[in-house]
Structures are given as structure tokens and as C-alpha cells.
């Protein structure tokens, strides 16, 4: 059920960025830690929220498919430890994933130092690269993201009922969908790059970021799709481990790459194909080998 859901999640975000407006348009502050602690109790605000809504829908929905069953004293606990079987590796992937952002965070501009540039260019460099042209470029996923919150339901339920033929129907599916997009994405951002950054950021020479970034969309966007199949199947523990090797690799690419006076930001980029590339194959072989043993 994930109609309401979904309204609520969207009735969360539009929260976010009204109250923001109205903050910083009526309360104006020129102090950059106290803007961004605002903007950070906004987003608490909003989560809380969402939570409580999410809760009160919970509750009056569990009423109207309550039904009683002749369960076991261990019933419960068994569910519990079920859950946090599949929630604990996400948990973790997750925390790793913000653990390796920030390491990225606090790397780049010194190896960009290194490479040659100034402080402040380095900065600079970094809001233009991954803040506009690589946002320009991923915010089409937020269909992705959606897609992802029916997929994984969908293929879990087929799995337990051994329907392959729907698995594998959907898997085909939405690869499909996913890399179409990635396509268009890149169609557009490679054609229409220059004009994307004037409209959406107002900055001229975004062009050769975002045209840049553009070619790497199909294999981003195949990747994010295939770890909710992967999900869908039950692979938590094995993203868990493809997480944490592909975040070292990252690391270490970005560590040599980005410190190279000829590339220096660019690096971000040739990681980004690199890693999405190596991670795509070995999300495709897991798949297809749940699939074949199926």
C-alpha cells in the first residue's frame, strides 16, 4: 500500500522547502553555521512528521486488515530477529555509505590542493562538479527512487511463492526502464549541458561538467536499480559486502586520481564511471546467479 505513503513522503519534502524559504527569506542571517544548523532542524522537523503520519496510517490500516491468527509464543520474537536479518546489513551499508561521503568530503579539497590549486579555487571546483552538474545529472533518479519502493515488495513477494517467471518478467522490466533513462539523461545533459547549469543554477560554464558527468548516467542509474533487485532478493549481506570494497576502491581512485594536476577534479568522474562499471558486473552476476539457481 503505497499510495498514502508516498503522498506523505512528497507532503514531507514540500514542508522542507516552504519553511525554509520562509526562513531565510523573512529571517536573514549571514552567519553560514547558524543557516545550516536551521536547515538541519528542518529536516528533523520534517522526518518527525513524516514519522508520526506514517504512524497514524499505520495504525488505522493494521485495524482494517487485522485478522486473527493462532501464532506461537515465539512468533513475535521470531519476527523481530527476521527483520533485523534484512535491516542491520541495510543499516550498515548505509552508515558506511555516509562514513565514506564524508571521508570524500574532507579529501577532495586537499588533494585538489595537492594538484595544484588553491583553496578556495579547490572549493570552488567541488560546488561546481558535484553540487550542480552531478546534481543536474542524478535528480532524475528520484524516479528510481520511487520505482524502488514498489520493486522491492514486489520481487520479495514473488520469491516467497517461487514465481520466477514474474521475477525475472520484472527484473527485465525495470532494467529496461532504468537504463532508457540513464540514456535520456545523458542525451540530454551532453546536448543541452551549457543551458541546464544558465536554467537551474545560473551559472555559465557548467557545460563541460555536467556533458562530462552525462556519459557515466546509464551505468549510475543501472547500478542504483540493480541494488534494489538485489534487495528485492533477499542480498542485503552481499551489497553489504560490494559497499564496502567498491567504497575502499573509490577512495584510493580518488586519493591518486584527483591529485593529478591534468585531471584534478575530473577524477571524481573517471571514479564514478570506473566504480559504477565494476559495480554494475558484479551486480549482474548475483542476480543472474540467484536467478539460475532458482
Known sequence: NILIPAF???????????????IFKYIPNNYIDTNITI???????????????????????KKEHYCTIDNKEDDSIQLLFNV??????????????????????LLLPRRLIVSGLSYNVALEL?????GMALSIITFPMVILFSLSSLLIPDLASSM???????????????????FLLGILVMIIGFLFGENLGRLIFKEKDLGSYVRFIAFCAPFIYLS?????????????????????IFSFLQIIMLYILVAVPQINIYGVGITLYVTNMLILLCYFR???????FK
Open 39 to 61: 536547515a538541519y532542524i528542518v529536516f528533523f522537523i520534517g522526518e518527525l512528521l513524516s514519522y508520526i503520519l506514517l504512524l497514524i496510517y499505520y495504525r488505522f490500516d
Open 126 to 130: 567541488i560546488g561546481r562538479f558535484m
Open 286 to 292: 548475483e542476480i543472474r546467479r540467484v536467478l539460475v
Open 160 to 178: 516467497a511463492k517461487d514465481d520466477i517467471y514474474t521475477v525475472k518478467k520484472r527484473i527485465i522490466q525495470v532494467l529496461v526502464m532504468a
Open 8 to 22: 506523505i513522503d512528497v507532503l514531507e519534502k514540500a514542508f522542507r522547502i516552504i519553511i525554509l524559504l520562509i
Open 224 to 244: 542504483q536499480i540493480s541494488r534494489s533487485i538485489l534487495n528485492g532478493l533477499g542480498k542485503q549481506k552481499m551489497i553489504f559486502t560490494y559497499s564496502v
Open 84 to 105: 533485523l536479518v534484512i535491516s542491520v546489513p541495510l543499516m550498515i551499508v548505509e552508515l558506511i555509505s555516509s562514513s565514506f561521503h564524508t571521508l570524500t568530503t
